[in-house]
């Protein structure tokens, strides 16, 4: 989470949530700007709408997330987002709850497409091209030869159906495997669930790039300009998945090793280590620091819930849920759910 913080910019306090920006995004709207600017006819204006509509069309997917979690008892303290939704999914305190707050996002990205939809049909627009989530809507402002309400409809229609397909796949850091977590979660527990979201997210990582490949072949002039966004997205769950199933592994690690029954001596224990990891390159080795610099702000995190935890517990005995304040509240969330991880795993 403060890799996440780190590469983002704070927009202010929205509705109670604090809304941050992440480079990804930025990134995401130079890279809108440069493909309307580089067309047989530089359209700058479309450029800039589209960036703003995905803007609001994010914005709203990840407050449907914050609904979804409070009306299940969760909360939503910040919202990072980037150009495919948010990157801190709200604090939720069972997989039934996961899984409305995972749907809600994409939910409404679809009733946004079912509102303009009757419109659009009025205006003569083909619906079937609008429904291919990698050729944006470009012939209605070639056809008006400029920005017309039709085709500001249609980049509406189009972005908001593209966020709600990107994120039902079943990949971290997407509502996919969010979704897909919720439902394992009952069937083999936490820790099996989130290893099999992170595992998928590496097979649908690999899908996506030999998808990029064959559009790119297939037709250069039509999905010219989708093939590398889509071929970096690929790349970004890859290692997405890969670090969720490495932390889950480690953490499956410490608690093998803090939960080893030393009656039986400590040969038995030395048997059972690994031999010496072989020595790495330097970017190896720096990504290994940060990633031990992680789990132990991590270790500290938790060590600090668990000192304020008493305190909390003690005015919950005394005002009950009301008296809390809303940090309080998320605090005691935190560690229930933290709890009730290890719990099933």
């Not at 939910?107 to 609008?130: E, K, M, Q, R, Y």
């Not at 908001?160 to 996919?176: E, K, R, T, Y």
Request: proline fraction near 6%; charge should be positive.
């Amino acid at each position: 989470m403060r890799d996440v913080l780190t590469w983002s910019l704070s927009l202010g306090r929205w509705g109670g949530v604090h809304v941050r920006l992440h480079g990804l995004f930025l990134l995401a709207a130079c890279y809108i700007l440069h493909a309307a600017a580089t067309q047989p006819r530089p359209l700058w204006s479309f450029g800039l709408l589209a960036v703003g509509i995905l803007f609001a069309s994010v914005l709203l997917h990840e407050f449907g997330h914050g609904l979804a979690a409070r009306r299940f008892g969760g909360s939503q303290n910040a919202i990072v987002l980037w150009p495919f939704g948010g990157l801190m999914p709200p604090q939720v305190v069972e997989p039934r709850a996961e899984l409305a707050a995972g749907l809600c996002g994409p939910l409404l990205n679809l009733l946004v497409c079912c509102a303009a939809a009757p419109f659009l049909i009025t205006a003569g627009s083909d619906l079937l091209l609008l429904f291919d989530p990698l050729r944006p809507p470009l012939a209605a402002v070639t056809k008006a030869q400029g920005l017309s309400w039709d085709a500001a409809l249609e980049l509406v229609f189009w972005i908001n159906w593209m966020l709600a397909v990107v994120n039902l796949l079943p990949a971290v850091p997407l509502d996919g495997a969010r979704v897909l977590r919720a439902i394992l979660t009952r069937l083999v527990g936490s820790r099996l669930a989130s290893l099999s979201a992170a595992r998928s997210g590496q097979m649908t990582a690999a899908a996506l790039l030999i998808a990029a490949w064959l559009l790119l072949v297939r037709d250069p002039a039509a999905y010219g300009h989708s093939a590398l966004p889509l071929s970096m997205l690929a790349v970004y769950l890859f290692f997405c998945g890969r670090h969720e199933a490495e932390r889950w592994h480690e953490q499956t690690a410490d608690d093998l090793a803090w939960g080893y029954d030393f009656s039986q001596g400590y040969t038995s224990l030395d048997r059972g280590l690994d031999p010496p990891a072989p020595r790495h390159g330097p970017l190896r080795q720096w990504l290994e620091g940060r990633r031990e610099a992680r789990r132990r702000e991590q270790v500290r995190m938790e060590v600090d819930d668990e000192r304020r935890i008493d305190a909390v517990l003690a005015r919950l005995h005394e005002t009950g849920m009301a008296g809390l304040s809303p940090d309080e509240q998320a605090l005691l969330r935190r560690v229930s759910e933290r709890y009730r991880a290890r719990n099933q795993g």
